[in-house]
């Protein structure tokens, strides 16, 4: 794919968009439910973001509920999620600083203009429930220019291989005994995963990580949909986790 060899590529493939980047919110690129693809003629729901922490990989859920502009800083924004390791569901608050934006001279389609985002993450679960602590680390998020010039969330190559976007790459830090592990998570693809994907053309975590979470998604999505269990599995990936319940 021409994006995620561009991201890799020199600075000279690129023109510095962070000026221009302030005009927009992008504040929907992360949130949105759904998205179109084919010329904006088929809406596309959003697959729940995949994540891992820790050096077993154990499955990670992640939910930015809200992710608001601070009016006084168009580079920062003010985020409000949810995160779910096994059943253990917590709180956090946070902001997101964009520190850099880019076009990419070339694009995957001529008339649009493509791009990304650049920036850092501190996210802080709520002290007073178990098991809490505190994310940091780096993200980039692709983007697009529609010919409205409107920004729009880049699913242009969503059917090609090794899509993704959303990429969140960093570290949790306990609260209560100072210990830090790599949480990492994105849209469709995790970095750095190392042998926990070894999917092809989409994410498929290795069976050998079953144990840690990943058996529900492999029983939904890898395995062959004649399978017993595959549509209550389907159904599980799909809930809402982070809504609460009445």
């Not at 306990?174 to 070894?198: E, F, H, M, Q, V």
């Amino acid at each position: 794919m021409l994006i995620s060899v561009q991201i890799f590529g020199q600075e000279s493939d690129k023109i510095d968009f962070t000026k221009e980047i302030q005009k927009f919110d992008i504040s929907d690129l992360l949130t949105l439910e759904r998205f179109n693809i084919e010329n904006d003629t088929v809406v596309v729901p959003r697959q729940h973001p995949l994540g891992f922490i820790g050096e077993n990989f154990q499955r990670f859920h992640i939910r930015l509920i809200s992710v608001i502009r601070n009016p006084n800083n168009p580079l920062e924004y003010f985020v409000f999620g949810k995160t779910k390791v096994k059943e253990n569901i917590c709180v956090f608050q946070g902001k997101l600083t964009v520190e850099k934006s880019m076009l990419f001279k070339e694009s995957e389609i001529p008339e649009l203009k493509q791009g990304l985002v650049n920036g850092s993450y501190e996210f802080y679960e709520d002290p007073d429930q178990n098991g809490t602590g505190v994310f940091k680390g780096k993200f980039h998020t692709f983007f697009y220019i529609s010919e409205k010039g409107e920004l729009k969330y880049d699913a242009l190559m969503w059917g090609a291989d090794g899509f993704e976007n959303n990429q969140f790459e960093g570290n949790w830090t306990s609260y209560k005994t100072g210990a830090s592990k790599k949480c990492n998570w994105g849209d469709y693809r995790i970095p750095d995963s190392n042998d926990l994907d070894c999917g092809a053309g989409e994410f498929g975590p290795d069976s050998k990580y079953e144990k840690y979470g990943w058996e529900n998604y492999r029983l939904a999505w890898v395995y062959s949909s004649s399978r017993p269990g595959v549509d209550e599995a389907r159904k599980k990936e799909n809930e809402k986790w982070w809504i609460d319940k009445e």
